[in-house]
């Protein structure tokens, strides 16, 4: 498993208002989008293109598109749906699926209640996107969904991630192939699970919940 931080100005800069508690619902959804495009830029410096004949106002050139097929990108419900709009401004010819997976508060299990995906992922090149990666289990979850149905690489855009989710995923996804794509790794979890000092719940912060 390969963990990419983002370093540049730009995402410290977008992160640190994100984190505010009091930066407002709309503007949180804006520096949403905008960091996603960033973190997007990296995720997608290795996704397979091929040559295709073009014709300039001058010459005939031979250029690059992205290859069939195209990549997938798959927000996990509901606060992946806050970072489909800057993954795809990056990647507009990109399909988009879905997957919604929460945890069994008695069985403690990862279960799905929703998914809009092909049944065949061969050859695909799957983009999951997920704000938080706190304790890793819905992650490593959704890693392996998309390994079941034949997916040849699997990247993860997150905006925060904590250790004990990173050490999670490293240790039950060491068989498979995995990239994490983070703005920031913050300190730890907390008794509630969540990260510290985090952002609070993005799911709540994106939709006005916790306003």
């Not at 992160?15 to 495009?37: A, C, D, G, N, Y």
């Not at 997976?101 to 990862?110: F, K, P």
């Not at 000092?197 to 006005?208: E, K, M, N, Q, V």
Request: hydrophobic share 45%; glycine share 6%; aromatic share 4%.
């Amino acid at each position: 498993m390969r963990v990419q931080l983002v370093e540049h100005p730009l995402v410290s800069h977008k992160l640190t208002v994100l984190r505010k508690k009091e930066t407002p619902s709309m503007i949180f959804r804006q520096l949403t989008e905008e960091l996603v495009m960033l973190l997007a830029y990296e995720a997608t410096r290795d996704v397979k293109v091929q040559p295709v004949e073009i014709e300039t106002p001058v010459a005939r050139m031979t250029g690059v598109a992205l290859a069939k097929p195209t990549p997938l990108v798959v927000p996990i419900l509901r606060a992946g749906l806050g970072m489909l709009e800057g993954m795809v401004r990056m990647a507009p010819s990109a399909e988009v699926g879905f997957l919604g997976m929460a945890r069994n508060e008695e069985t403690l299990d990862i279960v799905t209640y929703a998914e809009r995906l092909p049944a065949d992922l061969t050859d695909r090149h799957v983009f999951l996107l997920d704000p938080m990666l706190a304790t890793g289990g819905t992650l490593v979850e959704a890693v392996r969904f998309m390994y079941a149905r034949n997916a040849q690489r699997v990247t993860c855009i997150c905006l925060l991630g904590a250790p004990e989710g990173i050490s999670r995923l490293e240790r039950e996804l060491a068989d498979v192939e995995v990239d994490i794509y983070l703005a920031a790794i913050d300190e730890r979890l907390d008794e509630q699970s969540y990260i510290v000092p985090g952002l609070g719940d993005a799911g709540d912060r994106l939709y006005g919940l916790a306003e």
